[in-house]
Nanobody, 115 residues
Framework: QVQLVESGGGLVQPGGSLRLSCVAS????????MRWYRQAPGKQRELVAD???????NYVDSVKGRFTISRDNAKSTVYLQMDSLKPEDTAVYYC?????????WGQGTQVTVSS
């Protein structure tokens, strides 16, 4: 079983930056595709960024150029660097590991962008 533990959420002003981390345990991190989702109140959970086990990345259009997903397999950690944050980025951010038919979710971490 895979456990994901997220950190780095918090309150930041518009235009600011934040880096989320997600540390995995109990599995083979290097084989997983890793994803960051977010969900704001009253909205559907949205895939924000994806990084494959080979390092290929994809982003939802609304965060392209502002967010960067990366992974450090030696540390079993995936990151989401968030720059130029907007109030619309406010949401609970979730880390997800995927491999074949298996998927595992983190607990979520709150990101609030407000002045």
């Amino acid at each position: 079983q895979v456990q994901l533990v997220e950190s780095g959420g918090g309150l930041v002003q518009p235009g600011g930056s934040l880096r989320l981390s997600c540390v995995a345990s109990g599995g083979t991190f290097g084989i997983y595709g890793m994803r960051w989702y977010r969900q704001a109140p009253g909205k559907q959970r949205e895939l924000v960024a994806d990084i494959s086990n080979g390092g290929r990345t994809n982003y939802v259009d609304s965060v392209k150029g502002r967010f960067t997903i990366s992974r450090d397999n030696a540390k079993s950690t995936v990151y989401l660097q968030m720059d130029s944050l907007k109030p619309e980025d406010t949401a609970v951010y979730y880390c997800k590991a995927v491999w074949l038919i298996y998927d595992y979710w983190g607990q979520g971490t709150q990101v609030t962008v407000s002045s």
